[in-house]
């Protein structure tokens, strides 16, 4: 990447601080509990430190998730062994304006350029989505993944990690709903023909880590991610008092966060928060997470059971293909408007 391409620079107040506060109270959940024999006060203590998590920070850490450590090694080797390719072999699967999965170098958060590469490969095939954002469209477009020569086992790696991801987040959606006072499985049938996808990031040594991001400061639009972070740590998350923190590196465990949706169905009860990655001169850093997604045809609005008189519904229903069908779109490129928002649903009071 070279000589800074202003393309990159964020704005002054967007700029990271190279000295940064780290860890300070960032919520860390054993799951433990959800493998043992059913010790019913030990979940319910567990559905407590999820919902408070969800409340005061939209972010918390898992560990005991019981995803197999291989399979983490697994994706994250093979994602090391793509990105380190040349930069022609890793074209041969790029992203185009049709083609929407695979390799990709140039994505933008709030049109600024983020100082990474990426690789998106879809959980189920074909995933469907719109094919437009325009809501007069009714056309649906098929996605299919798009898999490099090398690594040749990346396909099978991908595949077998997204469905350890499927079962953690449903599990995680599981503690989420009896923490709204919600039978368990109020989410499942949202997610029965789910729209997710896996990422795999790298973010190469950056030499002016105090003008750019890896990723500039964003709320994940779906419904819950799952992240995966290496060692080298980054990942900044904008606690509730507006500081910005760095969530520091445990092993094997993984980052969870509420997305939009979450905000939307919970009617504000549990907020999407922005986080953004830094970047650093001397070593690169990996990540992956996973978005868990429902199906395009959903149609998002606050849960009735969590509404009424008092606190009546704080957006109106958007339809969750369409709202990705545009937010992917000013990711591709950079456009001179304001990209789409659940802000823009919002019913004002
Ligand atoms: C993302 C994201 C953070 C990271 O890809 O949405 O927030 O640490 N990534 O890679
Ligand atoms: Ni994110």
């Not at 697994?74 to 793509?82: E, L, N, Q, T």
């Not at 989505?129 to 009714?138: E, L, R």
């Amino acid at each position: 990447m070279g000589e800074v391409d202003p393309a990159f620079i964020q704005e002054p107040e967007h700029r990271p601080r190279i000295s940064y506060i780290e860890g300070e109270g960032f919520p860390l959940i054993d799951l433990a509990p959800l493998h043992s024999s059913n010790n019913v006060s030990a979940i319910e203590g567990l559905v407590k430190e999820v919902g408070k998590a969800c409340k005061e920070w939209g972010f918390f850490q898992v560990i005991n998730h019981g995803v197999p450590l291989e399979k983490r090694q697994k994706i994250d080797g093979d994602s090391r062994k793509f990105f380190e390719q040349s930069l022609e072999e890793k074209r041969k699967v790029r992203r185009t304006e049709k083609l929407v999965l695979g390799y990709y170098d140039t994505e933008h958060t709030k049109n600024v350029r983020d100082w990474k590469e990426v690789f998106d490969i879809a959980v189920e095939e074909p995933a469907l989505i719109p094919a437009s954002p325009d809501p007069d469209d009714k056309e649906i477009t098929e996605l299919y993944n798009q898999w490099p020569e090398y690594p040749p086992e990346l396909r099978e790696t991908c595949q077998d990690y997204g469905q350890e991801m499927v079962k953690l987040a449903r599990k995680l959606f599981e503690l989420i709903a009896l923490s709204l006072g919600l039978p368990a499985d109020r989410f499942h049938s949202f997610f029965k023909d789910h729209n997710s996808y896996i990422r795999l990031n790298h973010y190469p040594p950056c030499p002016t880590p105090e003008l750019a991001l890896g990723v500039g400061r964003h709320k994940d639009g779906g419904a819950l991610t799952i992240l995966a972070q290496d060692d080298v740590g980054g990942l900044e998350v904008k606690r509730k008092d507006g500081e910005w923190i760095r969530v520091k590196p445990t092993p094997d465990a993984y980052i969870v966060n509420v997305g939009d949706i979450i905000q939307v169905w919970s009617n504000d009860k549990y907020e999407s928060v922005e986080h953004r990655a830094m970047v650093n001169p001397e070593k690169e850093r990996f990540s992956v997470p996973f978005f868990f997604n429902p199906a395009h045809y959903t149609m998002i609005k606050p849960l009735e059971e969590l509404t009424n008189e008092q606190n009546p519904a704080k957006y109106r229903a958007y339809s969750w293909g369409k709202f990705t069908a545009s937010k992917r779109r000013s990711n591709f490129q950079k456009l001179n408007v304001e990209n789409l928002q659940i802000s823009h649903f919002r019913i004002s009071d």
